[in-house]
Nanobody, 116 residues
Framework: QVQLLESGGGLVQPGGSLNLSCAAS??????????MGWYRQAPGKERELVAR???????AYGDSVKGRFTVSGDIAKNTIDLQMNSLKPDDTAKYYC????????WGQGTQVTVSS
């Protein structure tokens, strides 16, 4: 069984920074995932892409975080990090780690709250 373990969420003031980390463990069905990424969901809203890395090192960001967030990781080692800078109240959401192999796996989520 595959588990995605997220860490690093919390409460931060507007303009502050946080770093999220995710590591996968368990019996992964292929050698290297096709992609790993971060998504977020705020109350009453749909889950949206934050950032994603593919095994070909292609990186994609959601429009609202471009220039403020940086994703990094080692797909082959099943780890991914998200450095979030210049945080805004609109970034408040539960952040989920995702890994795509022959299926899509999700973590339990970590809460990020941006508030003064």
């Amino acid at each position: 069984q595959v588990q995605l373990l997220e860490s690093g969420g919390g409460l931060v003031q507007p303009g502050g920074s946080l770093n999220l980390s995710c590591a996968a463990s368990g019996s992964i069905d292929i050698g290297t995932p096709y992609s790993m990424g971060w998504y977020r969901q705020a109350p009453g809203k749909e889950r949206e892409l934050v950032a994603r890395i593919t095994s070909a090192d292609y990186i994609a960001y959601g429009d609202s975080v471009k220039g403020r967030f940086t994703v990094s990781g080692d797909i082959a080692k099943n780890t991914i990090d998200l450095q979030m800078n210049s945080l805004k109240p609109d970034d408040t959401a539960k952040y989920y780690c995702n890994m795509v192999t022959l299926r899509s796996y999700w973590g339990q989520g970590t809460q990020v709250t941006v508030s003064s």
